[in-house]
């Protein structure tokens, strides 16, 4: 390859994983490779990329739908190319604090499509968030912002320099 096309996707509800699959997206920018940022949903193909990182939110124990569907209905291609995922929920500074493993689904799909990492960074939950669940969350007082922007930062820039590795004849 000579250059890397990465493409940055994301299943989110109210916006918390978009804006960190955003960094994720600015800091490979930042680094030198081309990056498309789209929501999972409106990913057809992922044929013109030669790295993919997938991101979701966490509900109840499990990965966004969107982030869901999108590796399922990709995986043929998905295990061709380097692989990442993140994943984004804790209402706490838990995911400052230590690193949070991968929920069953998502681990289940690292196996079967040989991700190189995941990573589980705080989410956010504020007014005018969407869905029963949240509303209930946000009077119960545990809402909040707990994305660590800088440690976003640093896992992008080490997810660029192993993309640069692979481009570079390692993968």
Do not use: C
């Not at 992922?46 to 509900?59: N, R, S």
């Amino acid at each position: 390859m000579t250059s890397s096309t990465v493409l940055v996707t994301y299943g989110t509800t109210n916006g918390s994983t978009a804006r960190i699959a955003e960094t994720v997206a600015e800091a490979l920018r930042k680094d030198g490779l081309a990056v498309d940022s789209r929501p999972a949903v409106s990913v057809t193909d992922v044929t013109p990329y030669d790295v993919v990182v997938v991101g979701g939110g966490l509900y109840a124990g499990r990965w966004h739908k969107d982030a869901r569907r999108f590796v399922r209905r990709h995986r043929r291609e998905l295990v061709k190319r380097p692989l990442w995922f993140f994943s984004s929920g804790p209402l706490d500074a838990s995911a400052t604090e230590r690193d949070i493993p991968p929920v069953r689904g998502v681990r289940r799909a690292m196996t079967e499509l040989d991700a190189r990492g995941h990573v589980t960074f705080g989410g956010a939950l504020e007014e005018g968030a969407k869905g029963w669940l949240a509303q209930r969350v946000l009077r119960s007082g545990k809402g909040g912002d707990f994305r660590d922007f800088a440690a976003i930062e640093a896992w992008a820039a080490e997810v660029a320099r192993e993309a640069r590795g692979t481009r570079e004849g390692d993968g």
